[in-house]
């Protein structure tokens, strides 16, 4: 079946990069996604990457995929305070792309 | 300005009570979703529903159903709430179609306890 992990908590320091990191095991996987939540709140997107890309950057994101191991990671460029939040992997296939399978989630604290 | 809400977002019930969480969507989105979401599980979906009167189980459907009468609408219900549903209820809507970017839009979510 699938499954989608992550670390559950990650401390950086104001200014400094986060590395968030994610394994999944369905090598038909085609979609991968990042979603944060913040406190209180409901899921929103971060930023989605297909299958065949290695790497996506978007502002201070930067999205890179190793498709042989099965592994994504997200990395937040001079990390905020503002960054703290609920980091989700989630990964979806080309034939069901509306359902997705989600990690477990990493809590972000930001400290100064 | 795109919303998915959810109706209540705190609810205290008793075991064995029949509970209705209420989702409404304003951006005519086919898809609806209902997730749950606990401490060190992540988002675990319970049923989706891609049409008017149509639905589909998810990962963890037992103990829980879902109507969608009309496509802004997709209620799910309890018939006999237990403490082990006590969780985060997580809504969600998207378009039709199979292609990544169809963005997943989420409610801000219901928090049920159930004692």
């Known amino acids: 079946g699938e499954d989608v992990e992550q670390s559950l908590f990650l401390s950086v320091r104001e200014g400094d990069s986060s590395v968030i990191n994610c394994t999944y095991t369905d090598s038909s996987s085609t979609y991968l996604y990042w979603y944060k939540q913040e406190p209180g709140a409901g899921l929103q997107l971060l930023t989605y990457?297909?299958?065949?890309?290695d790497m996506k950057q978007d502002q201070r994101l930067t999205v890179l995929l190793n498709k042989k191991d099965k592994h994504l990671s997200l990395r937040i460029a001079d990390t905020q305070t503002g960054d703290s939040a609920i980091y989700f992997c989630a990964e979806s296939k080309r034939t069901t792309a509306s359902k997705l399978t989600f990690g477990t989630g990493t809590r972000l604290q930001v400290t100064l | 300005d795109v919303k998915v809400t959810q109706s209540s977002r705190y609810l205290v019930k008793r075991t064995g009570e029949k509970v209705f969480l209420e989702c409404v969507q304003d951006?005519?989105?086919?898809?609806m979703f209902w997730y749950r979401q606990d401490p060190g599980l992540g988002l675990r979906l319970i049923y989706f529903?891609?049409?008017?009167?149509?639905?589909e189980k998810g990962d963890i459907p037992e103990g829980y159903s879902v109507s969608r009468e009309k496509k802004e609408r997709f209620s799910l219900i309890l018939e006999s709430a237990s403490t082990n549903q006590t969780s985060m209820y997580l809504c969600?809507?998207?378009?039709?179609?199979?292609?990544?970017?169809?963005?997943?839009?989420f409610g801000e979510g219901s928090w049920l306890t159930v004692v």
């Open positions: 990457i297909f299958s065949n890309m």
């Open positions: 951006m005519d989105h086919e898809n």
């Open positions: 969600a809507s998207s378009l039709s179609g199979d292609r990544a970017g169809n963005t997943i839009y």
């Open positions: 529903s891609y049409d008017v009167k149509m639905k």
